[in-house]
Nanobody
Framework: QVQLVESGGGLVQAGGSLRLSCVAS????????MGWFRQAPGKDREFVAY????????SVADSVKGRFTISRDNAKNTVYLPMNSLKPEDTAVYYC?????????????????WGQGTQVTVSS
C-alpha cells in the first residue's frame, strides 16, 4: 500500500506558474511508476504526465507539452509537476497516481493508488 498527498495548487492568473508536489508514504517509492492526471468539472479524468521509476523516462500530454514538466526525487519520496504559462483551460483538480508497472502510462485504469487531489484555478 502507498498513500499519496498532493499540494501546491491555488489560484493564478493566465500566464502564471505553479509547482505541484506529491509526497508518497513508505520506503519503496522508487519501485512505483508515477503519473499526474486532472479532472475539470463535468469532464473525465485525463492524463497529464508520467515518469518512470528511475525518472529517466517521462511523457506529457500534448495539451501541456512545452509548459508542464514532471520530475521525481526518490530520496524525498516526492514527484513534482512544475506548470508554466498556465491557461484557463488548465483549471482542474490535479491528482497524483502510482502503480508498480504500466503498459499504457496515460490510462487512468492502469494506476492503483491515487491522492486526494489539489485544485488549480487559472483566471483570465
Amino acid at each position: 500500500q502507498v498513500q499519496l498527498v498532493e499540494s501546491g495548487g491555488g489560484l493564478v492568473q493566465a500566464g502564471g506558474s505553479l509547482r505541484l508536489s506529491c509526497v508518497a508514504s513508505g520506503r519503496t517509492f522508487s519501485t512505483y511508476v508515477m503519473g499526474w492526471f486532472r479532472q475539470a468539472p463535468g469532464k473525465d479524468r485525463e492524463f497529464v504526465a508520467y515518469i518512470s521509476r528511475s525518472g529517466i523516462a517521462t511523457s506529457v500530454a500534448d495539451s501541456v507539452k512545452g509548459r508542464f514538466t514532471i520530475s521525481r526525487d526518490n530520496a524525498k519520496n516526492t514527484v513534482y509537476l512544475p506548470m508554466n504559462s498556465l491557461k484557463p483551460e488548465d483549471t482542474a483538480v490535479y491528482y497524483c497516481a502510482a502503480t508498480p508497472a504500466v503498459t499504457d502510462y496515460d490510462a487512468v485504469d492502469e494506476y492503483n493508488y491515487w491522492g486526494q487531489g489539489t485544485q488549480v484555478t487559472v483566471s483570465s
